[in-house]
């Protein structure tokens, strides 16, 4: 019998064959990153890498584009700027999150004496350091090198800033932004003083104050239709005030499109009726209780799209028009069709997408079957980088990439198909496939 003893070291073993692993395969990356054609885009260490090369990694290996982006960002580093942190990433001595904390503070560090010298100082004590007790080495010694490279490391990252989804069980969200600390600061005094100011009697937390709070100003922004004054032209001004060009295309665009900001809850119509229960779909988060989606969609003065579905296929029956403008029906139902990118594995929601011809306009027809939602950076991607995507009359979508991959998806149902006992047990082994209690087949 294998001692304790033991027990740690073989986990030890495997976390240095993960390591190994990881830095072979950044190899891999940054060799194909070396081949991708353009266009270029210069990143921060002033490098030339193809603009949609991280989109092929994403595809691939079935990851966002974000996390396709950071592996490519590593691996070029690993490659071409950081050869210690890669030899030692390879022998097992550090992991990932070591040699990305390496990458992080050495970015801005163009000077290549100064940087190898940080570089040398953060792996000799690396192997023995948690990744928080590295980042505070590393701070320390790229200030003691290259002060510039701390200042030019915080405006990267304030550039960074961001606000971000991300979906929770029990019909629960969670929201994080990312801010410069004075902005965090301001955003948190005006809820923290809403809550402060509610009824002493109030059965809610503070903490629950503060949540609704921000919500309360969310919805009145939506509910008036503009964004709050502002003076960095992300709204509509005040009364009186000249509206920046930028915020009056922004507003021509939105006509134009039909849309503007809404939220979207899916529901089948007997849901909606009261028939059954099952769960609706709130856009940009996911299944929702049907007593919530009953209760969105019921609301005659709330900014929400209403969509009604047939309960058991899940396709489109209807969808309500009376909160917006109505945009052209084409669009709309496209719009409304496909939800989100068609992109494998894009989740930007269809309503901000450019509604894109699969065979180019005029050659192509304008009509349900040639159009899909592409996002911005994914129609460039069709455009410019060789990508080209078909949809077969059942909704089949099939991208090709430039290396001759194909990826293969499905345009989602609306809402999920009411159950049918007709439809295999997903828990059961099917013929040809392992039963789920069998081992990793590789």
């Known amino acids: 019998m294998i001692s304790s ?7 030890a073993g495997w976390e240095r064959l993960i390591a190994w692993a990881h830095g072979r395969q950044a190899e891999i990356v940054a060799e194909f990153a070396r081949r991708r054609p353009g ?41 071409d700027r950081l050869s210690g942190t890669r030899r030692a990433l390879c022998e097992g001595r550090i992991d990932l999150p070591k040699a990305r904390a390496i990458a992080d503070h050495t970015a801005m560090m163009h000077d290549t004496e100064a940087r190898q010298a940080v570089e040398d100082r953060a792996l000799r004590r690396a192997d023995s350091q948690t990744v ?36 929770l069980p029990d019909g629960m969200a969670e929201i994080t932004a990312l801010l410069p600390a004075d902005d965090a600061a301001v955003v948190f005094t005006a809820v923290d003083a809403i809550a402060h100011s509610a009824d002493p009697r109030d059965p809610r937390t503070v903490e629950a104050r503060r949540a609704d709070a921000l919500v309360d100003v969310c919805r009145a922004v939506l509910d008036s239709g503009y964004g709050p004054p502002t003076a960095r032209g992300c709204g509509r001004p005040a ?4 509206a920046s060009p930028a915020g009056r295309r922004g507003r021509r665009l939105a006509r134009r499109r039909g849309r503007g900001p809404h939220v979207q809850v899916t529901v089948a119509a007997t849901t909606l009726l009261g028939v059954d229960d099952e769960p609706g779909e709130l856009v940009g988060y996911g299944p929702v209780p049907a007593a919530m989606a009953r209760r969105i969609a019921a609301d ?3 900014t929400w799209r209403r969509l009604l579905t047939d309960p ?23 719009i409304a069709r496909d939800q989100v990118c068609v992109f494998p594995g894009c989740r930007q929601p269809a309503e901000r997408c450019d509604v894109d011809h699969r065979v ?10 040639n159009l899909g939602p592409l996002c911005r950076h994914h129609h460039r991607a069709k455009t410019a980088a060789g ?13 090709t990439a430039p290396t001759g991959h194909t990826y293969v998806s499905t345009t989602p149902p609306l809402l999920e198909p009411a159950p049918n006992s007709a439809l295999p047990d997903p828990g059961r082994a099917q013929p040809g496939l392992p039963a789920p209690d069998d081992p990793c087949p590789f």
């Open 360 to 369: 180019p306009f005029p050659h192509g027809p304008t009509c349900a079957a």
């Open 300 to 302: 005659p003065d709330a």
């Open 5 to 11: 003893y033991d027990l740690v070291e073989t986990m």
């Open 132 to 167: 928080p007790e590295l980042r505070r080495t590393l701070a320390r010694a790229v200030a003691a090198v290259d002060a510039q490279a701390a200042v030019k490391r915080r405006a990267r990252a304030r550039a960074e800033r961001f606000v971000h989804l991300q979906p």
């Open 239 to 242: 009364d009186g005030a000249a």
């Open 39 to 79: 266009p270029y885009a210069p990143d921060e260490a002033g490098r030339s890498v193809s603009e949609f090369a991280a989109d092929e990694i994403a595809a691939r290996l079935r990851i966002s584009r974000r996390a396709a982006d950071l592996k490519l960002s590593l691996a070029v580093d690993l490659a």
């Open 312 to 334: 058991v296929s899940g396709t489109l029956l209807d969808y309500g028009t009376s909160v917006y403008r109505a945009p052209p029906a084409l669009a709309r139902h496209v």
């Open 387 to 399: 990508w080209a995507w078909q949809c077969s009359p059942e909704g089949v979508i099939t991208w």
